[in-house]
């Protein structure tokens, strides 16, 4: 049982369409973080969240802590938005990261 | 500010033999995770050192390990590979020990043959 789960799997959306991708997680967390990684396989982190709403450009990243869910929102989407985009979330007491199998996003001109 | 680099980039060893792998952080940063990528299994955590003390292991073998150093450089040692070894090994940097931002360096891509 992985404790981050994702969805969807594989996403297609065209040029300037609304994206959302879901992150459930199943044990209490510390902290949830949002990548983004490109082919080639460098990873960037997007967001770190412990509650609330973040908006970073395009990028929104909300999290609900009761329900154990986070979004990450991608507004007027771009052909260079195309990549995987993994949730990771801190666990307690020792921090450690557990991931989840990614969303791959390909946004068509 | 330069970012994480790792060393080497590519790497292709035979079953059998055993490899270091090399991190330098962001400087500053005194944390480093290291992190293994295969298609079949995602990401997964290694362990994490913060000031020369490892803070976190995952859950790997004993044949896994690492150090960091005084400078906060660090090195992850495989030993006796196996073909399963052969993965992306990802290091991040950040300043504070099991939280905070992390700054991801470019991979090294082993290949066991």
């Known amino acids: 049982k992985n404790e981050v789960e994702q969805s969807p799997q594989n996403l297609t959306a065209q040029e300037g369409e609304f994206i959302t991708i879901n992150c459930s997680y199943s044990?209490?967390?510390?902290?949830l973080h949002w990548l983004q990684q490109h082919p080639g396989g460098g990873i960037v982190s997007l967001f770190m969240l412990s509650s609330g709403k973040k908006k970073h450009g395009r990028l929104i990243a909300t999290i609900n802590i009761q329900e154990k869910h986070s979004s990450l929102h991608i507004t007027a989407s771009h052909p260079r938005d195309s990549a995987v985009y993994i949730c990771a979330v801190r666990v307690p007491p020792g921090n450690q990261f557990y991931f989840g199998t990614g969303t791959s996003l390909t946004v068509i001109p | 500010k330069a970012g994480v680099t790792q060393t080497p980039r590519y790497l292709i060893k035979t079953r059998g033999q055993q490899v270091t792998l090399s991190c330098s952080p962001i400087?500053?940063?005194?944390?480093v995770s290291w992190y293994q990528q295969t298609p079949g299994q995602g990401l997964q955590f290694l362990f994490e050192y913060f000031s020369e003390t490892q803070r976190n292991k995952g859950n790997f073998p004993g044949r896994f390990s690492g150090r960091q150093f005084s400078n906060s450089r660090s090195e992850m040692n495989v030993s006796t590979l196996e073909l399963g070894d052969s993965a992306l090994y990802l290091c991040?940097?950040?300043?504070?020990?099991?939280?905070?931002?992390?700054?991801f360096g470019p991979g090294t891509r082993l290949t066991v043959t």
């Open positions: 991040a940097s950040s300043f504070y020990s099991t939280r905070g931002e992390q700054y």
């Open positions: 400087s500053g940063h005194r944390s």
């Open positions: 044990v209490g967390i510390s902290a």
